[in-house]
T-cell receptor, first 114, second 112 residues
Framework: GAGVSQTPSNKVTEKGKYVELRCDPISGHTALYWYRQSLGQGPEFLIYFQGTGAADDSGLPNDRFFAVRPEGSVSTLKIQRTERGDSAVYLC????????????FGPGTRLTVL | QKEVEQNSGPLSVPEGAIASLNCTYSDRVSQSFFWYRQYSGKSPELIMSIYSNGDKEDGRFTAQLNKASQYVSLLIRDSQPSDSATYLCAVNILTGGFKTIFGAGTRLFVKA
């Protein structure tokens, strides 16, 4: 079946703009995760959804970052007033039920803030 | 102390040798541990998961877990040039919520 998909694959924006990044998880996966990865670093946890609710959003760096998953499938990560430091690859992963499951990663969205 | 620590490398081994990758973690109540492989410009993909103390083998890969020492390792036998990648250790942290924390990764080079 289809894997995790993310759109867009690349996003270039100007400092101060608003961006939305979309993640389509594997069908039937209830758990969804957002990470961001900077060059030379491991993925940094942002938020974990179990169904429609955010089970842990402690990784969101500040209130400019927000994520939703209204129907328990597709998720959108929203970044307001982007800053150059937000530039990174944003990865989405899903797993069947969460907790101990393997996470399947999407290809990522490379965000560049000029 | 970082929640998950790995040597950044690079670790260079000759083809056919054993590569040993190590990881320590800080959360004593963690129960789930993972090794992911990430090729340059690609997303992480799971190599091994381990949940109990001891060894778990899958083909050329063996994961080892020691919860008392808060240590998890990955051995790659008969290393191949195609194993050259960054290996990420990941731990599910249960203290204060639920999150998966990744180490910074160890870069492995297998020389032909």
């Amino acid at each position: 079946g289809a894997g995790v998909s993310q759109t867009p694959s690349n996003k270039v924006t100007e400092k101060g703009k608003y961006v939305e990044l979309r993640c389509d998880p594997i069908s039937g996966h209830t758990a969804l995760y957002w990470y961001r990865q900077s060059l030379g670093q491991g993925p940094e946890f942002l938020i974990y959804f179990q169904g429609t609710g955010a089970a842990d959003d402690s990784g969101l760096p500040n209130d400019r970052f927000f994520a939703v998953r209204p129907e328990g499938s597709v998720s959108t990560l929203k970044i307001q007033r982007t800053e150059r430091g937000d530039s990174a690859v944003y990865l989405c992963a899903s797993s069947p039920t969460g907790s101990t499951d393997t996470q399947y990663f999407g290809p990522g969205t490379r965000l560049t803030v000029l | 102390q970082k929640e998950v620590e790995q040597n950044s490398g690079p670790l260079s081994v000759p083809e056919g040798a054993i590569a040993s990758l190590n990881c320590t973690y800080s959360d004593r109540v963690s129960q789930s541990f993972f090794w992911y492989r990430q090729y340059s410009g690609k997303s992480p993909e799971l190599i091994m998961s381990i949940y109990s103390n001891g060894d778990k083998e899958d083909g050329r890969f063996t994961a080892q877990l020691n919860k008392a020492s808060q240590y998890v390792s990955l051995l790659i036998r008969d290393s191949q040039p195609s194993d050259s990648a960054t290996y990420l250790c990941a731990v599910n942290i249960l203290t204060g919520g639920f999150k998966t924390i990744f180490g910074a990764g160890t870069r492995l080079f297998v020389k032909a």
